[in-house]
Nanobody
Framework: QVQLVESGGGLVQAGGSLRLSCAAS????????MGWFRRAPGKEREFVAA????????GYGASVKGRFTISRDNAKNMLYLQMNKLKLEDTAVYYC?????????????????????WGQGTQVTVSS
């Protein structure tokens, strides 16, 4: 069982930056692929980024590629999302998620249905 708690959301002006954090409990974090997703009002959940257990592979959604960076610190059981050059359309609730089945896998998946554990989310609001 993994419990995930996001933090770091808030209100930021367009063009600004935010760093989201996700604290994970449990001993399995270091071996699992982790992901960030977001849901904007009236829209479906969207893949943002994913990272394999050893940070050997990362992936990004098309809308954030080149602006966001996912990283992790297995020693601290922490997942991060550095968000730069924020746009109005980045406004959403951001969730971190863990893929329980990805034990020491070299790959990652952008599909929400493949992730087993989810945090409660943190709100990011980008203003003009």
């Amino acid at each position: 069982q993994v419990q995930l708690v996001e933090s770091g959301g808030g209100l930021v002006q367009a063009g600004g930056s935010l760093r989201l954090s996700c604290a994970a409990s449990g001993r399995t974090f270091s071996g699992q692929t982790m992901g960030w997703f977001r849901r904007a009002p009236g829209k479906e959940r969207e893949f943002v980024a994913a990272i394999t257990w050893n940070s050997g592979s990362t992936g990004y959604g098309a809308s954030v590629k080149g602006r966001f960076t996912i990283s992790r610190d297995n020693a601290k059981n922490m997942l991060y999302l550095q968000m730069n050059k924020l746009k109005l359309e980045d406004t959403a609730v951001y969730y971190c998620a863990a893929d329980r089945k990805s034990w020491y896998s070299s790959g990652w998946t952008p599909e929400p249905r493949d992730y087993d554990y989810w945090g409660q989310g943190t709100q990011v609001t980008v203003s003009s």
